[in-house]
């Protein structure tokens, strides 16, 4: 039986983004290549819209607010690339890549930016799990006997 693929919506899109800024944001194991330019506000995570890729809207309000905090929502086109970690360690890399692009694109915002913490990396990963423990730093349950 052939198997018909319902979620037509998704479809990846070729996007051109020449004259653009571009930008490297990291978060936990998440990296995120981020394009900007001049625009109409639209959002694209690997080829796709971002309301279709970041379905939760935390996630959604995350990204945006770069974009929200400058004032610059509907002024400029972003294009992201995004690999590994989850879908929050990904939302995180995209603001710090957005962040970083808009300020090579105008030095003044970069006040606001600053201001709110977007420009920094986040450095805090995973603890790793160490021998003789359940995980990071929970024990096994101690028994006298």
């Known amino acids: ?3 018909i693929n319902t979620n037509i919506s998704t479809r990846k899109i070729k996007l051109d983004f020449k004259d653009s800024k571009y930008a490297t944001g990291r978060r936990k194991k998440s990296i ?8 109409s506000g639209n959002i694209f995570v690997n080829g796709i819209k971002m309301n279709e ?3 939760r809207p935390v996630h959604q309000i995350i990204v945006t ?3 929200e ?3 610059v929502r509907t002024n400029y086109d972003v294009k992201c690339s995004v690999k590994g970690g989850g879908l929050s360690g990904q939302a995180g890399a995209i603001i710090l890549g957005i962040s970083k ?3 090579s694109h105008d030095q003044l915002l970069k006040k606001n930016l600053k201001k709110d ?3 920094t990396r986040d450095s805090r990963v995973v603890e790793r799990k160490k021998y003789g423990h359940r995980k990071a730093r929970r024990s096994f ?3 006298k006997r």
């Open 1 to 3: 039986m052939e198997s």
């Open 32 to 39: 995120a290549k981020v394009w900007v330019k001049k625009g």
């Open 53 to 55: 890729y970041f379905k």
């Open 65 to 67: 607010r770069p974009l």
């Open 69 to 71: 905090i400058s004032e």
């Open 101 to 103: 692009a808009l300020i």
């Open 117 to 119: 913490k977007l420009t």
């Open 141 to 143: 349950q101690f028994s």
